[in-house]
């Protein structure tokens, strides 16, 4: 084992809020900054670049493999997840969307006791981060956005309808107050047509910089402390090409491995509980039960519709099933930045609010809901436990804050039962899908280790996905919403109603009862790839375990910096959320705080 030079902030994990950090802290020359990144550069790979080739990587030795313990919400099914181990982190194999969360749900972080996180503080962050020409001049950031060119007659029928069915499609998809139809932004470059994420747009313009270090293919093992004055973190353990290194931070030591990864290696360097680390012969350095605890996660749900063929509506499903024509055709549009590589395919959303409340006696429904699992003692952490369902409380029976959200893409769609891709279904036909999310779910998990070993599968990963009664309730409702969606005009004119669906739907027109509604998303739900919440911001006696400056309870010179940090999850896909959170840091960490 051999000590290295000392860098001023050492970084652990070079996705996307370590590459941003990274990049923002060494723009002071005098601060040296090294970045600890577990899997490759992979920066000129395709597979990467390629907005439409994003499934590619999902597989392999660019993620970490990842799946569930058995969750009894979702019949007793294992969910596998990929999370990006590659420089960029999950930035680099996203599926590129890129939508703003609510001023609702970030002004709801402030309340919980973190000073300076309120909206209006987070959006200037948040804007640093990315430019997209409409937005005005204001957003100036690194990544660059695309919003695709109507090469379809799909997004106009997607904005129709929703205006049938009364909601807005002209709102502000970034300043936290977007209620209905939206055409969202994807992390492409408009010049190039290639993916813009945080290895490209943040790290390679400042990778020369002689106080910029980056290792990748090295794996932190844990976290060094001295003991000898209370707690203070002093550097890492690192294991690269099979040699282990201990590097030295003489500020800070920044985790930033993600919502896995991150308590993942607290636990691993004897930050947790006490009596589940102790258990695994793990010594403790600060005892904080809340490290690992609070996960979150969108469940998500599919619904497939045969599509009447007809010029204009085309679909990808002649590129899933691999027709050769189809695949020279999108490679040949490509060369012209055009065509179904050239976006994410899945810009076409809504965000929208709790269907079918009518009445006062259907919102004291659903909000008995919420009070009976409070005094079922539901939660382990009341105090957070009660603060989580005041602001879904707050936001349930609003005509605009989203509890759903939908995305309407064109082409099968579908995941196995195990929470990957299924593939089209064998035929000619060709399918449109409504995708749903539950934007503000209840239901809490946690993520554990379940040995002292480094060894990545010793983890148990606990989402439980619809274990709380007013996710499946509300969640079932917004699954009835989207087939009063599909049956809505102008859609309804492109579907084949009584056609074909996806394998596993039910009928058409049976969704209609609730209890079908529930037993269709107890059997195919899984969870999106949009985990937050297991070293959150708060404080501790709440759950919390960083404090508003993201400094790690019980010990000095340690902070978490990544989506495992956001205490309420963000109401949609999260990547913008999480380039404002490190941007966020960044402008804590560089004024000293
Ligand atoms: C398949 C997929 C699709 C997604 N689609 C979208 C989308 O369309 N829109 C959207 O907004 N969001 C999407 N997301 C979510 C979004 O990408 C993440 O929320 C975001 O990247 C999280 O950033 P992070 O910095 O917390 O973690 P990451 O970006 O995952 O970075 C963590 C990094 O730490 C590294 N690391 C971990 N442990 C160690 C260790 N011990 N030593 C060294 N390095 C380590 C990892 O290899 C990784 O590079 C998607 C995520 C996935 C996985």
Known sequence: MSSFTSFDYVIVGGGLAGLV????????????????????????????????????????????DFKTVPQEGLEGRQIGFPQGRLLGGSSALNGLAFSATSKANVDAWESLGNAGWGWKEF????????SLASEGADAKGPVQLTVPEADTEWPK??????????????????????????????????LTKQRSYAANAYLEPARSRPNLTIWTKADAEKIIFDRSDG???????????????????????????????????????????AKRLQSL????????????????????????FQVRDGPGFDTIDKLARQDPNAIAAAMKAYGNQKGPMSKSGSNLV????????????????????????????????????????????????????????YIMIPGFVEPTSDGWMAPAPPGEENYLTLTLLLAHPLSRGSVHVTSASADPSAVAIDPKYLSHPLDIEVMAKHLQFAENIATTKPLVDHLVLDGKRNPRAPP??????????????????????????????????????????????????????????????????????????????????????
């Open 157 to 190: 029928v997607w904005t129709e309808t929703l205006t049938t069915l009364g909601f807005s499609t002209t709102g502000n998809p970034f300043n936290g107050t977007l209620s209905g139809g939206v055409v969202v932004a994807d992390s492409i470059d408009p």
């Open 123 to 130: 959006y200037e962050s948040m804007k640093r981060s990315y």
């Open 21 to 64: 950090l990274a990049t923002r802290l060494s723009e002071d020359a005098n601060t040296g900054v090294l970045v600890i990144e577990a899997g490759q550069d992979q920066t000129s790979d395709p597979r990467v670049n390629i907005p439409g080739m994003w499934p590619a990587l999902i597989r392999g030795e660019s993620a970490w």
């Open 350 to 405: 809504a965000q929208l609010p709790t269907p079918g409340l009518k009445t006062d006696d259907d919102v004291s429904n659903l909000t008995a809901l919420l009070q009976s699992a409070i005094l079922d003692g539901h939660d382990e952490s009341k105090s957070f436990a009660q603060s989580h369902e005041s602001f879904v409380r707050s936001i349930l029976a609003s005509p605009t804050e989203a509890t759903g959200c």
């Open 231 to 273: 707690v203070t973190a002093t550097g890492v353990q690192v294991v690269q090409d099979g040699e282990t290194k201990i590097v030295e931070a003489r500020k800070d030591v920044v985790i930033t491995a993600g919502t896995i990864n991150s308590p993942r290696l607290l636990e691993l360097s004897g930050v947790g509980d």
């Open 508 to 593: 058409a027109g049976s969704l209609a009862d609730l209890s079908a509604a529930k037993e269709y998303l107890r059997k195919t739900t899984v969870g999106a790839h949009h985990f937050t919440g297991t070293c959150s911001m708060m404080p501790k006696d709440v759950g919390g375990v960083v404090d508003a400056q993201l400094r790690v309870y019980g010990c000095r010179n340690l902070r978490v910096c990544d989506a495992s940090i956001i205490p309420l999850t963000p109401r949609t896909n999260p990547q913008a959320t999480v380039y404002g959170v490190a941007e966020h840091a960044a402008r804590i960490i560089r004024t000293g705080l």
């Open 281 to 304: 012969g793990i010594d403790v350095v600060v005892d904080n039960p809340n490290v690992g605890e609070n996960l979150q996660n969108h469940p998500l749900c599919t619904l497939s």
